[in-house]
């Protein structure tokens, strides 16, 4: 069965990088876009980007452009989230999420654990 | 960039129909999902394709869309459907994914 197994909770000091992983397993992880959200605590969920790994296509959503990078290791079948600059407000459970299907607006069929990151002085 | 509405909170009694909608810019022209969260857990899909219901989620559950609003329908509530519900969509013109902002669910 599909798996998403991510990396585990982070503190991290305001301007440092944190740095989140998504082992993915149970599916061919070529095929599949993996897109990751994150949700502040009593906030909504907020989309971040996605990364598709057959050809290294990645978008990501304006809000985080200019400090996030999404990237993959194929071998490791797995997905990273770097998040750059941190602020206070990053303070949140991010997750992973693998597409449902081939298309171009599948859902996200399934989910990764979350990893905390709190941002604290 | 594109925008989805939802109401912060729909209160409904055990049994009873409980209607989220989830308001956009010609909504109905778009593909709508689903999401179930519960307190410190991961969303789960119980709608997608606006009305297509995945494997393992019960038949109260339907979703339709149409104009500027899509809507989520649990039928016979039961008190394990307390929880958020998220629609989302995929705005073709930008390539972005979009949740909407959330309702609350309390079952009375």
């Known amino acids: 069965q599909v798996q998403l197994v991510q990396s585990g909770a982070e503190v991290k000091k305001p301007g440092a990088s944190v740095k989140v992983s998504c082992k993915a397993s149970g599916y061919t992880f070529n095929n599949f876009a993996i897109h990751w959200v994150r949700q502040a605590p009593g906030q909504r969920l907020e989309w971040m980007g996605r990364?598709?790994?057959?050809?290294?296509?990645?978008k990501y959503s304006p809000k985080f452009q200019d400090r996030v990078t999404i990237s993959r290791d194929t071998s490791a079948t797995t997905v990273y989230m770097e998040l750059s600059g941190l602020k206070f407000e990053d303070t949140a459970v991010y997750y992973c999420a693998k597409d449902l299907d081939l298309t171009g607006d599948s859902p996200l069929g399934d989910w990764g654990q979350g990893t905390l990151v709190s941002v604290s002085s | 960039s594109y925008l989805l509405t939802q109401p912060p909170s729909v209160s409904v009694a055990p049994g009873k129909t409980a209607r989220i909608s989830c308001g956009g810019a010609?909504?109905?022209?778009?593909?709508v999902h689903w999401y179930q969260q519960k307190p410190g857990q991961a969303p789960i899909l119980v709608i997608s394709y606006d009305r297509d219901r995945p494997s393992g989620i019960p038949e109260r559950f339907s979703g339709s869309s149409s104009g500027n609003t899509a809507t989520l329908t649990i039928s016979r509530v039961e008190a394990e459907d307390e929880a958020d519900y998220y629609c989302q969509v995929w705005d073709r013109s930008s390539d972005l994914r979009v949740f909407g902002t959330g309702t609350k669910v309390f079952v009375l």
């Open positions: 990364l598709l790994p057959f050809n290294d296509y990645i």
């Open positions: 010609d909504i109905g022209t778009k593909t």
